[in-house]
Every structure is written in structure tokens, then in C-alpha cells.
């Protein structure tokens, strides 16, 4: 089954669809997508969601293996019984042709491959000290997690397309902004109308079997009304990756910002009136709340973080970072 969706995704690439494209038509043909695919052949007990990503796609049509080839030897341990590792150059893999049997036949993978240069760049964008004018910003400063409300269009030059439910739900957190509707009411509208956060969200997108808890929070929603992204600048390179491997942020100043490079949700003019309501409202000083196991005495089971008391429905602890534990006191 799994090589008969790589020769349709062949096909669909020559008969002129873009990669955009064929992963929406995988998504309404409810296909399921790699990561799913291989927990269903496991034996794993999860519920598709058939939510392909134009990235997935490219990755596809850009295998040389389909055609027969075996590449190894990607990537390599950083240290002798470390389980991280690093990539490994491309020159340095191990490629042998024509070492296993071809789901695509080689000549047809070498025309798709010109079709997909219409698609993918590889030039590096130089990195400008505030803002970048190109119409183009490398993979190495893309973000591999994009703001809620956006996904990825396919290719490799780090263009973006709305999400439709969620940019919608963008949408719906500025207008009751502007109607002075203050963030933790927000959340708990969110909350009442049972739609995912933004993690959840992704944690369902990406093939998870959890129960949303719908927890929105006021801080997640002020993070969205601050995202100057969701006006149609793209801002990239705000983190850095040592030779360790570990990230690092990088200063505000040095952070490549792209305008009008994405699709905008809300207006600009919308955005700093919002700015301006959430700079003129005076900060909520909460009182100590008076509650059961008050002061972080409540652990999750599953990862040891403090549980959070939550009081906007039934009283409860919730763990923020295992969102389907809760306690009910």
C-alpha cells in the first residue's frame, strides 16, 4: 500500500501538481502519513488524522532510494555510547546504486527532480543585521515549529500558507481583543467552545493519540497577540546551535526579519491598536489563592512537574506539560 501512495504522489507531481497541492489531495483522500503508517503496521492503537505536511511530500519526491538507490551512513554518534548524533556531510554517505528493487523507475525520477528545481532552493541568504529585503531566507533559519495558525507550503525555500482552522482561531483571539475582552477571558471562551491549544493542536497534527483538556491560558493568548508574524512579517534566526549541538537565542538585533513574506492574519493597523490596549491595561496583581495542596505539592505521574491549580471549570490540578493528566479534588 505504502509504494503504491509513492507512485501516486509521483504521478500527481507530472501531471502538475505542486507539492501543496498533493498534500492536500492526500488529506481528503484521508491517506495516512508516514509516522502513521508505521505505527499501524506496529500494531499501534491510534486514530489517523491523515494530516500530510507539503514538507513530507517533497521529502518524498527527493528520495533517491525510490529509484533503487541505498544511502546509509547519514548520520554518526557524537560520542562512543552517546545516543545523540550528528548529520554527516553529504559527500561522506554511503551511496550504492541500483542495490534494491526501484518503486520509481530511475528515468522518471530524474524528470520529476527537474520539475522540483521550480520548487526548491539551496543559495543561503546572506544574514542582515535587522531586516533582509531578499524574497527568500535559507532552511537553516526557518523555524522547524511555525507559529500557530501558520503551516509549511513544501520546497525548501521556507515559504508559509495559512492553516485554515487555525488561522481562524487567530482571527477569533484579535477581534475579541479589540472588543477589550481581556486574555484569560479569552482563553476561557476558547476553553468553553472545546478547541484545541496550540499544542494540543500540534500534538493531534502530528499523529498523537490524547484527549484535548482545551487548556488554554492567558499567557498563551498574549503570546498570540504579540506575534508580529501574524501580520505578514516573517522573523527567523532568533536561536543559534553551538558545536555541542545545543541552542542558544540570539539577540533581537541580529534576528532576520523578512516583510510582508507570509500571508497576514490581521491587519497592521490591527496589531498595534491590540498593542496599545494590552500597553495601556494596568497588570492584574493576583491575590494568594487559598486552595487545596497550595505551593507546588502536586506532581505528574508521568513527567514530575508541578501540577497547576485550575479553577476556570471544575477544580482541578492540571499538568502543563502532560495536558491529559488532571486531578479532580
Known sequence: MASEVVKKIYGCILDGFTPAQIQDRLCAEQVPTLQEYLELGRGKDITPTFLWEARAVTRILTNIQYKGTYVSGKQESKAIGSHSKDWVDKSEWIVIPNKHSPIIAPEMFERVQEIMKSFLRSEPTPKSAKHCQNDFVSAEHTPRVLPYGYRFNGG??????????ASKTVRRIFNLA????????IAATLKAEQIPSPQEYRQIKGGKDITPAFAWRAKGVRDILRDIQYTGVQVCGKFGRRKDGSHYRIHESDWIIVPDKIPAIVSTDEFETVARLLANRKKHQPGQREHLLRGNIVKCGCCGH??????LSDPVYRCHHTVSNAIVI
Open 178 to 185: 479589540l472588543q477589550g475582552v481581556f486574555e484569560a477571558d
Open 156 to 165: 525548501d525555500d521556507g515559504s508559509w500558507r495559512l492553516n485554515e482552522l
Open 306 to 311: 508541578a501540577m497547576c491549580y485550575d479553577k
